[in-house]
């Protein structure tokens, strides 16, 4: 097991560029606690600077609290991005979503990872720990960091119809 997941890491380092460091805010519930470190692992490895928001145990935790907190967080610094990880990435996604400013997206593979960021400017990557492979989590989060937004004046005209 720990031989596949050194393999892994090695693959994901070699296959994304360092880079200056950027800012990315990463929390979770109890059941995204794995995922969560594995995740800031690649993303320590990949230079981002990152904020880990909690929680630091798999003790039983209100999902909400840490979304919002996030939320915030990326809000106060509009060159960040978060990523939030619970069961199934729902919870987190819809509760982010209440921040004025905040387009979080729930992506379940590369593709939507891509648009999300292409066509909604996502500034938050939600993920469910539980319905998630952390191989496939690990593709989706470099896809979704690589990806920028298209801009244009029909994604604009959208995004802002969001609020």
Not at 133 to 140: C, F, G, P, R, W
Request: glycine share 6%; proline share 2%; net charge positive.
């Amino acid at each position: 097991m720990e031989k596949n997941k050194a393999n892994l890491d090695a693959t994901f380092s070699k296959k994304v560029p360092k880079r200056n460091m950027k800012t990315i805010y990463i929390a979770s519930d109890h059941a995204g606690i794995t995922m969560k470190k594995a995740l800031k692992e690649l993303l320590e490895k990949i230079n981002y600077k990152v904020h880990d928001l909690g929680p630091q145990t798999d003790d039983s935790v209100d999902y909400p609290d840490y979304a919002k907190k996030l939320a915030k967080a990326v809000k106060s610094r509009p060159d960040s991005k978060g990523i939030l990880i619970c069961g199934t990435g729902i919870g987190m996604c819809m509760a982010a979503n209440k921040i004025k400013g905040i387009r979080a997206a729930l992506c379940y593979n590369e593709d939507t990872a891509r648009l999300s960021r292409e066509h909604n400017d996502a500034n938050i990557l939600c993920l469910g720990a539980r319905t998630t492979t952390l191989n496939m989590a690990k593709k989706i989060t470099v896809a979704w960091l690589e990806t920028k937004h298209e801009g244009g004046e029909r994604h604009q005209r959208r995004i802002k119809k969001i609020g």
